[in-house]
T-cell receptor, first 113, second 114 residues
Framework: KAGVTQTPRYLIKTRGQQVTLSCSPISGHRSVSWYQQTPGQGLQFLFEYFSETQRNKGNFPGRFSGRQFSNSRSEMNVSTLELGDSALYLC????????????FGPGTRLTVT | GENVEQHPSTLSVQEGDSAVIKCTYSDSASNYFPWYKQELGKRPQLIIDIRSNVGEKKDQRIAVTLNKTAKHFSLHITETQPEDSAVYFCAAPYGGSTLGRLYFGRGTQLTVWP
């Protein structure tokens, strides 16, 4: 089975812009979770989608949003980028049986200047 | 929510020695405890996990132990090799939930010297 894929792998944006990141889960996996990884805060949960519905949301401002499509692919969007949004954004997919058993994609490295 | 604490933050061992990383969690309802290995510039990789109905699980040179009473779990790596050098993360889901939200420890940088 192909693993979780994320695009793009690297992104440089300017403060105030918006960005959209994409995640394709493992075939057959219907749950997609998103995490932000930074040296200072570690791995922090953003949100989780299952069957096109957001089931769970972390403590991030409303500038961070996401969605999931009928083929389980997911996107996350960050509007009005701030310097502090620079991070590695990881998505993880899991099966219906155990959504906490997660497999990560390679991540998108976002740099905000 | 869940609070996961991980120690130590850095660990250096000689090749062939054992390494132990410990995590504590706060929510007694948590029932699944994975460990991830993240090499520099790569994705976190699930290396072993344990469910709350067992006390120990082994997979070749790695093992995880769970003490539900004390609310802590540990990763044990025996006969360490240089390729074991990486950051290791423990995690726990929110309480007894099966939903896809994991709380992660802050990570342990393991260095194995040849």
């Amino acid at each position: 089975k192909a693993g979780v894929t994320q695009t793009p792998r690297y992104l440089i944006k300017t403060r105030g812009q918006q960005v959209t990141l994409s995640c394709s889960p493992i075939s057959g996996h219907r749950s997609v979770s998103w995490y932000q990884q930074t040296p200072g805060q570690g791995l922090q949960f953003l949100f989780e989608y299952f069957s096109e519905t957001q089931r769970n949301k972390g403590n991030f401002p409303g500038r961070f949003s996401g969605r999931q499509f009928s083929n389980s692919r997911s996107e996350m969007n960050v509007s009005t980028l701030e310097l502090g949004d620079s991070a590695l954004y990881l998505c993880a997919s899991s099966s219906l049986r155990a959504s906490y058993e997660q497999y990560f994609g390679p991540g998108t490295r976002l740099t905000v200047t | 929510g869940e609070n996961v604490e991980q120690h130590p933050s850095t660990l250096s061992v000689q090749e062939g020695d054992s390494a132990v990383i410990k995590c504590t969690y706060s929510d007694s309802a948590s029932n699944y405890f994975p460990w991830y290995k993240q090499e520099l510039g790569k994705r976190p990789q699930l290396i072993i996990d344990i469910r709350s109905n067992v006390g120990e699980k082994k997979d070749q040179r790695i093992a995880v132990t769970l003490n539900k009473t004390a609310k802590h779990f540990s990763l044990h790596i025996t006969e360490t090799q240089p390729e074991d050098s990486a950051v290791y993360f423990c995690a726990a889901p929110y309480g007894g939930s099966t939903l896809g939200r994991l709380y992660f420890g802050r990570g342990t940088q393991l260095t194995v010297w040849p």
